[in-house]
């Protein structure tokens, strides 16, 4: 079947949404309930009615547009919100995309069976209580006690945002009751990594997406003079952590290469020139896509980071904040995406993601499946965010040929 999206359109979709929530120091923000984010909500709503899809929203504010079938759900989507200061394609492309290809298969007539759908998940980006909230709430797998007790970034409570939107607690934890069965959830996102551009491929078919650990660590030492402490009666908590983190870096790439430990965020107390410092706070994430080396990652560098607290007079101590395990794209998705890139004519390589996804959350609970597309640098979650549109313009058609052939099959 010769039938294309239409890139001018889907352009337009992008680029007009990109100006909401225009921030003055660079970029766009649009958390989640944010006021840029209920406009947004309202755009979205209005293109989803005027596509002639049948408009619905759940309990966590995640939104669908839907073409109704018979049998399981074959969906797709992303997220609309963003990180502060964040890019016009994270999440966009993904949602957008999706609306376009069921806009040509409604107004072509295409035949399909299966009932399809568009998905906008709330909070993707973690703005308010860790990450995928709304992509959490629709497949049953959040906490209430996380809820009510989490803080947000911005630091205030949950409820408190709340209260600016039609959602409560209780409506988010219902918003799974309101899940139809679903077959299939395919995502295009953004690469946020350079192997794409690197590798010369417009599209990347995805096989693995990678499980995380975020962790909040702490090295508590003592705090002293600076002039008069001498080095062996030091407890230094962030040479503490200098130590832990160049350990740890080799560690994981010496032994587990290609798995990744970062330690992004650091506070250093009492933070003056002075003095030695007696409190080093720092994130800690590791990220795999395999299920047992998280497992074992967890187990080697805590015993590596009590080791350098006990060598250097310093107590470790350390609270999960957020956990994702990895998932594999089932085999039947894969395949039926490499065949229709090869009918379509375009160049693809397979990888895995090391960012998270609502494809990952989806996977409890339908087969899961992504596209990439290059992002200029590798550079994602930043006002210089940039794709090539012929790029998306082959993700989508090649999304459109995979969603007909998915409600197609019986
Ligand atoms: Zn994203």
């Given amino acids: 079947?010769?039938?294309?999206?239409?890139?001018?359109?889907?352009?337009?979709?992008?680029?007009?949404?990109?100006?909401?929530?225009?921030?003055?120091?660079?970029?766009?923000?649009?958390?989640?309930?944010?006021?840029?984010?209920?406009?947004?909500?309202?755009?979205?709503?209005?293109?989803?009615?005027?596509?002639?899809?049948?408009?619905?929203?759940?309990?966590?504010?995640?939104?669908?547009?839907?073409?109704?079938?018979?049998?399981?759900?074959?969906?797709?989507?992303?997220?609309?919100?963003?990180?502060?200061?964040?890019?016009?394609?994270?999440?966009?492309?993904?949602?957008?995309?999706?609306?376009?290809?069921?806009?040509?298969?409604?107004?072509?007539?295409?035949?399909?069976?299966?009932?399809?759908?568009?998905?906008?998940?709330?909070?993707?980006?973690?703005?308010?209580?860790?990450?995928?909230?709304?992509?959490?709430?629709?497949?049953?797998?959040?906490?209430?006690?996380?809820?009510?007790?989490?803080?947000?970034?911005?630091?205030?409570?949950?409820?408190?945002?709340?209260?600016?939107?039609?959602?409560?607690?209780?409506?988010?934890?219902?918003?799974?009751?309101?899940?139809?069965?679903?077959?299939?959830?395919?995502?295009?996102?953004?690469?946020?990594?350079?192997?794409?551009?690197?590798?010369?491929?417009?599209?990347?078919?995805?096989?693995?997406?990678?499980?995380?650990?975020?962790?909040?660590?702490?090295?508590?030492?003592?705090?002293?003079?600076?002039?008069?402490?001498?080095?062996?009666?030091?407890?230094?908590?962030?040479?503490?952590?200098?130590?832990f983190a160049l350990k740890s870096t080799q560690y994981v790439a010496t032994k587990h290469y290609g798995n990744m430990v970062t330690i992004g965020k650091v506070n250093v107390r009492p933070g003056a020139f002075s003095i030695v410092p007696s409190q080093a706070d720092f994130s800690l994430d590791f990220r795999s896509t395999s299920k047992e080396t998280l497992e074992e990652l967890e187990k080697s560098l805590f015993a590596l980071a009590e080791d350098v607290a006990s060598t250097r007079g310093l107590k470790f101590t350390s609270k999960i904040v957020d956990k994702t395990d990895p998932v594999s794209i089932p085999p039947r998705i894969i395949d039926i995406m490499k065949e229709e890139c090869e009918k379509l004519g375009y160049p693809f390589m397979i990888l895995p993601s090391g960012a998270g996804h609502d494809a990952q959350i989806l996977a409890s609970v339908a087969e899961a499946g992504m596209i990439f597309i290059p992002c200029l640098d590798g550079i994602s979650h930043s006002p210089q965010e940039m794709i090539k549109w012929e790029d998306l313009e082959k993700a989508a058609n090649l999304l459109l040929h995979v969603l007909l052939r998915l409600a197609s099959s019986s």
Avoid at 80 to 93: P, W, Y
Avoid at 103 to 110: A, F, N, Q, S, T
Avoid at 223 to 235: I, K, Q, V, W, Y
């Fill in 1 to 243: 079947m010769d039938i294309r999206i239409n890139l001018d359109r889907l352009k337009e979709d992008i680029e007009s949404l990109s100006q909401i929530g225009r921030d003055p120091k660079g970029g766009i923000t649009r958390p989640s309930f944010s006021k840029t984010d209920l406009e947004a909500r309202d755009w979205l709503k209005e293109k989803i009615k005027n596509a002639g899809l049948a408009l619905r929203q759940d309990g966590a504010g995640n939104i669908f547009g839907r073409l109704e079938g018979k049998g399981k759900t074959i969906m797709a989507g992303s997220h609309i919100d963003t990180v502060i200061n964040g890019g016009k394609f994270d999440g966009s492309v993904g949602v957008l995309s999706a609306l376009e290809c069921m806009r040509r298969i409604k107004e072509e007539g295409l035949p399909f069976s299966k009932p399809l759908e568009l998905a906008s998940f709330t909070d993707e980006e973690g703005n308010l209580v860790g990450d995928f909230l709304g992509s959490r709430a629709f497949t049953g797998l959040l906490n209430r006690d996380f809820l009510e007790k989490g803080l947000t970034q911005f630091g205030t409570a949950l409820t408190e945002i709340l209260n600016r939107t039609e959602f409560t607690i209780d409506s988010i934890m219902d918003a799974h009751q309101q899940r139809p069965d679903i077959e299939a959830f395919l995502e295009i996102h953004i690469e946020q990594g350079p192997v794409l551009e690197t590798e010369n491929k417009p599209i990347g078919i995805v096989d693995c997406i990678a499980g995380k650990r975020y962790r909040w660590c702490c090295f508590l030492g003592k705090a002293s003079h600076s002039g008069t402490t001498p080095f062996e009666l030091r407890h230094d908590a962030f040479l503490g952590l200098a130590d």
